[in-house]
């Protein structure tokens, strides 16, 4: 196993008893600024995600990292430190990032690898060693880095640069690289990071697409096919934050993307406004047969067996002998679906389970439905 980890270069650290420790063994999970609230971050607004990730039911579920996303950084001093915005974050990152903790929750900041970032604050170029002492100091144990401003760099060379800042830096944190996907990180990610981005950003929408590089998470989907043996246990592709909750989505297309990404055994980072989230979204997110799924230790990210056009299966081999399998309409109308378990290439004796209905199938050797648009379907195979 230790020979395996070397050869990866995954992170590990040290527990209290001298074992060591993957870091994000299995794919993150938390709430990220970005989505919902843009630059209009403060200090307040993370003490109540924290309280309300509490409150809500998502801790226990899972949820556990509150990441502040661009915006929170203001200048540098003389000496070249990051100076947070002193209106927003008037107690200082270093108190938030103490709140955070005694909530039982994780802290995690932004920085982007060239001269500035994508909101055009000061960026970590030039700065990765000093900016990862500061992020220790402040007991930081994330960190998501951008890629804006960042003319004529090497990606893996300014991702690299900030890896080994970040293990010098004495602290345990999580890097996430946000390069979009640009240099194939996905062949090179696991030994400089724990997840990295595989594509430009998510929208708040189906299947839209921006000039600016933008698009619904459905095509953002369409972009994971064949990633998936880059991934596993403490090296993860980012397919983005969810969207879940953000007001666009229909309660199936939510429903369809949430089960996606874990399917593809993708970070969540819930993405909404959790002071003001209905019932709705709230089971979606804390969904605990969907994110078992998720963060099954296995960490194999799931992949596409069937494509028919407007009708898809993807199937996820988990611990025990287990399989998640989603069967998706992207098409307007119903689909009357009728899939053997064998076709796509499960062999053996399962009890179904749905996700979403909880409802228990009893055997399975077929799945029979109809799938309304942009419906999915998905169920646990429990091996018997
Ligand atoms: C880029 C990233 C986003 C977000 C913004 C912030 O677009 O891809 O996820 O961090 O910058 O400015």
């Given at each position: 196993m230790k020979k395996i980890l070397l050869l990866l270069g995954v992170f590990t650290f040290t527990l209290a008893n001298g074992q060591k420790k993957m870091l994000a063994a299995t794919p993150p999970m938390g709430w990220n600024s970005w989505n919902k609230f843009g630059c209009n971050v403060s200090e307040q607004l993370i003490k109540q995600t924290a309280d309300i990730m509490v409150s809500s039911g998502m801790k226990d579920a899972g949820y556990e990292y509150i990441i502040i996303d661009d915006?929170?950084?203001?200048?540098?001093?003389?000496?070249?430190?990051?100076?947070?915005?002193?209106?927003?974050?008037?107690?200082?990152?270093?108190?938030?990032?103490?709140?955070?903790?005694?909530?039982?929750l994780k802290f995690g900041l932004y920085s982007d690898a060239g001269t500035g970032t994508c909101q055009n604050r000061p960026g970590s170029y030039n700065?990765?060693?000093?900016?990862?002492?500061?992020?220790?100091?402040?007991?930081?144990?994330?960190?998501k880095f951008d890629w804006c401003n960042s003319q004529g760099l090497d990606a893996k060379v300014q991702y690299t640069k900030m890896s080994n800042a970040l293990r010098n830096s004495g602290r345990d944190i999580?890097?996430?690289?946000?390069?979009?996907?640009?240099?194939?990180?996905?062949?090179?990610?696991a030994k400089?990071?724990?997840?990295?981005?595989?594509?430009?950003?998510?929208i708040n929408c189906y299947d839209c697409k921006e000039n600016w590089g933008g698009s619904g998470w459905v095509l953002i989907l369409d972009q994971e096919e064949g990633l998936e043996k880059y991934a596993g246990p403490g090296h993860w592709n980012d397919p983005d934050m969810l969207e879940?909750?953000?007001?666009?989505l229909t309660f199936k297309e939510s429903k369809a993307h949430f089960s996606f990404w874990c399917l593809l055994a993708a970070p969540l980072l819930a993405g909404n406004d959790l002071a003001n989230m209905s019932d709705t979204t709230k089971n979606i997110l804390t969904n605990r047969?969907?994110?078992?799924?998720?963060?099954?230790?296995?960490?194999?990210?799931?992949?596409?067996?069937?494509?028919?056009?407007?009708?898809?299966?993807?199937?996820?081999p988990l611990a025990g002998g287990d399989v998640a399998v989603i069967f998706f309409n992207r098409g307007e109308t119903p689909v009357d679906a009728n899939?053997?378990?064998?076709?796509?290439?499960?062999?053996?004796?399962?009890?179904?389970?749905?996700?979403?209905?909880?409802?228990?199938?009893?055997?399975?050797?077929?799945?029979?439905?109809?799938?309304?648009?942009?419906?999915?379907?998905?169920?646990?195979?429990?091996?018997?």
């Open positions: 915006c929170w950084q203001v200048s540098r001093d003389t000496a070249g430190n990051i100076i947070a915005d002193p209106k927003r974050f008037p107690s200082g990152i270093k108190a938030l990032a103490a709140y955070v903790h005694s909530k039982g700065h990765e060693e000093q900016d990862a002492r500061q992020y220790a100091a402040w007991d930081v144990d994330y960190l999580v890097f996430s690289m946000c390069e979009w996907g640009t240099s194939d990180p996905w062949y090179w990610g400089v990071a724990q997840l990295w981005r595989t594509t430009g950003d998510i879940v909750g953000n007001g666009k047969d969907a994110i078992a799924i998720d963060q099954d230790p296995l960490g194999i990210q799931g992949s596409k067996k069937i494509d028919q056009g407007r009708f898809e299966v993807w199937t996820k899939v053997s378990l064998k076709s796509l290439g499960i062999n053996g004796s399962f009890k179904a389970k749905d996700v979403w209905t909880k409802k228990d199938m009893g055997l399975l050797t077929n799945y029979k439905g109809t799938i309304g648009m942009h419906e999915a379907v998905m169920l646990r195979l429990v091996k018997q």
